[in-house]
């Protein structure tokens, strides 16, 4: 895939944060347990949070959340980010205070995937990208789930990533300040898995739940 | 205040999980430590991550990763997203599955704030947001930073939270399933702070960096 650098995908503040190659941007879709879909509805602009899931060249999308935005159009034009926030970085001033960060967008036209191979694909992709290889320990979806989900398909050809990394850059004149300067890195981090509780005696919590990490 | 139900934000899917009270929808946007701010430029959705912070019935945001939205408008219709992700719900089926989640969708008319003392508060409040106090242990910002900050503010007007909480909901057919079932827990935790490498000497990382959390 050639890299691509529209004007939407260009970096117009910061560019030395930008960066445009798919494995940069693979990783942070692949990572990002959550999506922010934009949409724009009656002329204004709609974010809602979604699981997405990327297989290939493509991130899917879970239909019922959009359903609203399904009702306008059939292909729909989408922004679809995905932010991983890394650390708090705190500068001897506010103006140079801000946050470790990686963060994707996808802008596209979202088409509905009505192909029910490709959209069976999709949904257990979606299941995976949370608990990788969930999917094999569950029964497959349902041709009335099908129906009852939409899936929706954006084409990574126009994707850009921004990453910020490091300790604070401060000012020169402000290297003196009494203030503690540095970064809290941050991350996502697992608890003890709960059961159901109507889960069957004698199923055990299994790693890939006890040991889930991102 | 009343309570906004206006057909934007009143909720298509999953009523039940729909909270309109301000006190869920504050306890939210101060929690959280990320906004998706939503615009429509050219026609086109843009979702792009920044910080933002609460003050009374007003979120700010800061201008510069807003700057390309800035010079299409002067009121801007946006949507401002905050979603915390609290768990994986690890359901019997791929369909049932779900995200535990808390999140608040604002819509408005941003402005920009012109106003210098309203200006200043909202850039005190964006760095205390992400650290209660900081402000207090750096200096004002300068008159300079001031001009090179841009800051828009939104109304609480038309705002809305969803929260989804608890353990899966499995259809009764699925509860023989084998596969385990339930929650993990995710929380956004701090590592050990990390200072800067031109930190002066003698300066202690101070219990708010060290023991910050959210």
Redesign the interface.
């Known amino acids: 895939m050639t890299e691509p650098m529209s004007d939407?995908t260009t970096l117009?503040?910061y560019p030395q944060r930008g960066r445009h190659d798919r494995a940069t941007i693979d990783a942070i879709l692949d990572e990002g347990?959550?999506a922010?879909?934009?949409?724009?509805?009656d002329?204004?602009?709609?974010?809602?949070?979604t699981?997405h899931a990327r297989l290939g060249d493509t991130v899917y999308l879970h239909g019922?959340?959009a359903?609203?935005a399904m009702r306008t159009a059939r292909t729909l034009?989408?922004?679809?980010?995905v932010?991983l926030?890394d650390g708090?970085v705190?500068a001897?001033?506010?103006?140079n205070?801000s946050?470790n960060?990686r963060?994707v967008?996808v802008?596209g036209d979202a088409r509905e995937v009505v192909d029910q191979d490709e959209k069976r694909r999709a949904?257990?992709r979606?299941?995976d990208h949370?608990?990788d290889g969930?999917?094999a320990?569950?029964?497959p979806?349902?041709d009335l789930?099908m129906r009852?989900?939409t899936v929706l398909a954006v084409a990574l050809d126009e994707a850009s990533a921004k990453v910020r990394s490091g300790?604070?850059a401060?000012d020169d004149e402000?290297?003196?300040?009494?203030?503690?300067?540095?970064?809290?890195?941050?991350?996502?981090?697992?608890?003890?898995?709960?059961?159901?509780?109507?889960?069957?005696p004698g199923?055990?919590?299994?790693t890939s739940?006890s040991d889930?990490h991102r």
Chains 1, 2 share one sequence.
């Open positions: 939407r117009h503040r347990l959550l922010h879909l934009g949409f724009v509805h002329g204004r602009p709609v974010v809602i949070p699981i019922s959340v359903s609203r034009p989408v922004c679809v980010t932010t926030l708090l705190l001897r001033s506010g103006f205070s946050m960060y963060s967008l802008f949904l257990d979606l299941v949370v608990l969930r999917m320990d569950l029964r979806h349902t789930e009852q989900t300790g604070p401060d402000d290297l003196d300040a009494t203030a503690w300067a540095g970064v809290v890195p941050l991350r996502l981090t697992a608890g003890t898995a709960e059961p159901a509780a109507n889960l069957r199923i055990d919590t299994p739940v889930w």
